[in-house]
């Protein structure tokens, strides 16, 4: 949301009230209060008839500074993300001109002389800083009351993260707003919005508010990155690397981690697709073509008509095509397969528990007491209130006699089209409840999963925010059949990876329209070298040989390649469980040093061995970057100097894959993603 006019003039109807000067500052042992004038205070009675900005500096963790900032501290407190309080140790510093506050290598530097300048010190060095108009609380021509902040940017800082966005990977000139949307990947908008971001100035920045941040990177003040939130304060965590993945570290170290997921999520994950026709007899001729044609499955999907049309959710099999679902999951999982059901959070009316729901008062409710209903994807859809602890447990009530009957696990579709003017259970404020809506709908699901599963879950989400990375695995959403899709949906899962986010998935071929069997195979090469491995459409089937023979062949080889490659990706796992570094890793989070790697997005590092450079057309032409040192391909063992972009050729049955030379790789059987990865591998020394 942009407020100025230019440099020097606000936009008409904006008025601003901005820190000036530091005019006092109070320590409290572990923590600092600031009172920031918002006019030179040359006397007395200069403190008439204009506001402050009161600051709280504190600390959760070691290397972070926290800050509170407001206007009027009696408006209502906004919702906050959970952030996991670590009780570091902390030093305070008054000197004449300045008052320090440090946490480990971090220090927040209050200048109590002059303009208002706040600057965050790490090394010796002013590592980012708020000075002129940073800090301000803002009411817009129509009433609006804002809390804007803005931190410098220096010369060649780059800003990453801030969710799954599919546009360029630095979001430098960027206007975004965290603001879950169903948009596709071929949009602005995005499913997993997180008001997390990093830079490669050594720091990252968390704003701890779960309502609407809007955005300005270097798109407003060019100098700066600025976010403005609806109300009266914000609360702001700056959190010191220096490297990035020591950024993110920190980060999921407040925010939380994913747990490992099971190991036979990382197989093949087949679908019926979404409108396509399917009866238990073509979903057993899928599996047996699978099985015939030596492509190991690992789970089985069933989309969105395993219940009956304008009855979603009632979570009940359709009579008409499954009049056994009980015996049909056991005769499909009698090899080891899993099964995944497609659900969301909606109940249209058609539901037998729409009424149900609606008695318990177990719906989100409009401000008369009514129903909150719409028409958009189902007739008459309301949305399960999951601020209510009972509804939660009914929720789960509903799911809990599909995993008795043999269903593994859930995709939790949707979750981002939240209404903003819905009446909550708990009172929540409903703009701050939108992006926070994904995070209690994955909770009530993966909870119980991890009860049925002892402790083993996953679900297969599709929105998210901060702290969703806890419960993994996220997909990228609606893309679309064709390369520039493919290439988007890569963008958005590194920027993904980047906001603490471990696991990650897409939908292979792309979900609307259908391939060209070129854009299927080099696909597929991509999908299995990803964390995890969906073949998945709307219109039509995604089975490799609905294109042709040569896509059975690719499956194949891919689906055993990363089988083989299982111990040393399961390794790459614990490290998202134990650092919150992603499974699928930008170039530049993996080689910050190398400055060719600040903007690439269309190769990545797949653990911290393995450089991935997908195809994106049919002739099978790639550029790349190999950075310093030296690399050895993985399918000929040849030797190759990096340091410099490469060109080369490949087949569909290949694309660039190198390894890190002087890395002993762990590899497994080619088979089956369910084996033991501690013991049951080879060394392949490169």
Known sequence: MKFTDGFWLMREGVVATSAVEAHRVIDHGNRLEVLAATKAVAHRGATLNAGTVTLNIDSPLEDVVRVRAAHHLGAKAPIKFEVTEHSPLVSVLQA???????????????????????EFVAAGEVIAHQRGRSLAAMKTADGSS?????????????????????????????????????????????????????????????????????????????????????????????????????????????TGR???????????????????????ATVGSF????????????????????????????????????????????????????????????????????????????LLKRADGSVWQWDLWQAGNAIVDFTNPSARSWFQSKLKPLLDMGVDCFKTDFGERIPIDAVYFDGS??????????????????????????????????????????????????????????????????????SGFGFWSHDIGGFEGDPDPAVFKRWVAFGLLSSHSRLHGNESVRVPWAFDEEAVDVTRKFTKLKAQLMPYLYQAAKQANSDGTPMMRSMWLEFPQDRTCLALDAQYMLGDSLLVAPVFNAKGLVEFYLPQGEWVNFFTAERVAGGRWL?????????????KAGTSLRLGADDNFDYDFETDFTIRQF
Not at 258 to 280: H, N, Q
Not at 647 to 659: A, C, I, K, N
């Open 96 to 118: 004449a001109e300045f008052t320090d506050f440090t946490s480990g290598k971090l220090t927040a530097r209050v200048h109590t002389e002059g303009p208002w300048n706040l």
């Open 146 to 254: 804002y809390f804007n902040t803005q931190i410098s940017l220096g010369v060649g800082e780059n800003v990453y993260g801030l969710g799954e966005r599919f546009t360029n990977l630095i979001r430098n000139g960027q206007s975004v707003d965290i603001w879950n949307e169903d948009g596709g990947t071929a949009s602005e908008q995005a499913y997993k919005n997180v008001p997390f971001y990093l830079t490669n100035g050594g720091y990252g920045v968390f704003i701890n508010h779960t309502g609407r941040v809007s955005m300005e990177i270097a798109s407003e003040a060019v100098e700066r990155v600025q976010f403005s939130v609806l109300g009266q304060e914000v609360e702001y965590l700056v959190i010191y690397g220096p490297t990035p993945k020591e950024i993110l570290k920190k980060y999921t170290a407040l």
């Open 258 to 280: 994913a747990p490992v997921p099971p190991k036979w999520s990382f197989g093949l994950w087949l679908s019926t697709s979404f409108v396509t026709d399917y009866d238990e």
């Open 287 to 362: 599996i047996a073509e699978m099985k015939k044609r030596d492509i190991p499955l690992s789970v089985f999907h069933f989309d969105c008509f395993w219940m009956r049309e304008f009855q979603w959710c009632d979570f009940t099999w359709d009579p008409r095509t499954f009049p056994d679902p009980a015996g049909m999951l056991q005769r499909l999982k009698a090899d080891g397969l899993r099964i995944s059901l497609w659900i969301n959070p909606y109940i249209g009316q058609a539901s037998p528990l729409f009424a149900e729901a609606a008695a318990l008062g177990y």
């Open 429 to 498: 404020d409903a703009e701050q409840m939108h992006n926070l809506y994904t995070q209690l709908y994955n909770e009530t699901v993966f909870e119980l999963l991890q009860q049925h599963g002892d402790g083993e879950a996953i679900v297969f989400a599709r929105s998210a925010t901060a702290g969703g990375q806890k419960m993994p695995v996220h997909w990228g959403g609606d893309n679309t059949s064709q390369f520039e899709s493919m290439a988007e949906s890569l963008r958005g899962g590194l920027s993904l990876g980047m």
């Open 647 to 659: 060109t080369e050729q490949h087949g569909f049955d290949s694309l660039p894959l190198y390894v």
